[in-house]
Nanobody
């Protein structure tokens, strides 16, 4: 069974940091473009970041540029999202996704494999 499982979410104060992980099981992430998305209550799903299959190309949404960093370890079958300088508006459920694509896009319609999500809450 192909599965993506996110972890690392939680409650953090404004200005703090969190590191999310997305572990794949049932298949190898080699050859897959991967991405992070988020969805806050009452809002549309937003593309956060994407990374190419080999990890050499990344893409970020404007709202997280300079604060978030995406990376991957294909040997560990895992993708990461390091989130620094967190703001209350970063509060959302964060999802990872994977697809065999040529470019790391943050357009959700191109992804068919999705995790269940992990909650990130930024609040004092």
């Amino acid at each position: 069974q192909l599965q993506l499982v996110e972890s690392g979410g939680g409650l953090v104060q404004p200005g703090g940091s969190l590191r999310l992980s997305c572990q794949a099981s049932g298949f190898s992430l080699i050859g897959y473009t991967m991405a992070w998305f988020r969805q806050a209550p009452g809002k549309e799903r937003e593309g956060v970041s994407a990374i190419s299959a080999a990890g050499g190309t990344t893409n970020y949404g404007d709202s997280v540029k300079g604060r978030f960093t995406v990376s991957r370890d294909n040997a560990e079958n895992t993708m990461y999202l390091q989130m620094n300088s967190l703001k209350p508006e970063d509060t959302a459920v964060y999802y990872c996704a994977a697809q065999e694509l040529g470019v790391p896009t943050t357009n959700s319609q191109y992804y068919s494999l999705w995790g269940q999500g992990t909650q990130v809450t930024v609040s004092s």
